[in-house]
């Protein structure tokens, strides 16, 4: 089973500013199949971003995801107010699918 | 649009059954995996279980594997998780998601599932 750790547990900016999310793997994501997911109180989660690094429909271009093999990285270019929620990576390159423990975006 | 819409969530207790299901539209139902993914309260999300388009494959995460079994009937565009031997561990709020591939795309909005005594 694929582990993944995500860092930092929570991170507080402000509006406006860069947000750097960490997803790491115990071993290489095959395909580098690496999802991000945003997760807001009583929303569905959302697709953020698939592949490592391809968004999903509809997904604003201040989102991107970077990596590859074990180390991915989702980054907020500019943080707008909606985007305060918690952030998810998971691998579905093998079975057991696996979700990170998540990371949480609070405003400062 | 697609649509994802759960149901049979509830009270169970623990060692009880309870089926949950997921009416899909919006989509060539089975043209697509789909997957069942909980969040218990205050925890991550959690993968459960996939199966394929026509049926013909499943997986389920070892912590449910032998007591949750997920299904579909592609003439309803329904996806169903039948959970047996509930534990108290296993409340949760439980999504139906569309999939590509393995990939989990499209979520509805949940279903609670307690498991109390």
């Known amino acids: 089973e694929i582990v993944l750790t995500q860092s930092p547990g929570t991170l507080s900016l402000s509006p406006g500013e860069r947000a750097t999310l960490s997803c790491r793997a115990s071993q290489s994501v095959g395909s580098n199949y690496l999802a991000w997911y945003q997760l807001k109180p009583g929303q569905a989660p959302r697709l953020l971003i698939f592949g490592a690094s391809s968004r999903a429909t509809g997904i604003p271009d201040r989102f991107s995801g970077s990596g590859s093999g074990t180390d991915f990285t989702l980054t907020i270019s500019r943080l707008e107010p909606e985007d305060f929620a918690v952030y998810y990576c998971m691998q579905y390159g093998s079975t057991p699918l696996t979700f990170g423990p998540g990371t949480k975006v609070d405003i400062k | 649009e697609v649509q994802l819409v759960e149901s049979g969530g509830g009270v169970v207790q623990p060692g009880g059954s309870l089926r949950l299901s997921c009416a899909a539209s919006?989509?060539?139902?089975?043209?697509?995996?789909m997957h069942w993914v909980r969040q218990a309260p205050g925890k991550g999300l959690e993968w459960v279980s996939l199966?394929?388009?026509?049926?013909?494959?499943?997986y389920h995460a070892d912590s449910v594997k032998g007591r949750f079994t997920i299904s579909r009937d592609n003439s309803k565009n329904s996806l169903y998780l039948q959970m047996n031997s509930l534990r108290t561990e296993d409340t949760a709020l439980y999504y139906c998601?569309?999939?590509?591939?393995?990939?989990?795309?499209?979520w509805g909005q949940g279903t609670l599932v307690t498991v109390s005594s």
């Open positions: 998601a569309k999939g590509r591939q393995w990939l989990v795309h499209c």
């Open positions: 919006g989509f060539t139902f089975d043209d697509y995996a």
């Open positions: 199966i394929s388009g026509d049926g013909g494959w499943t």
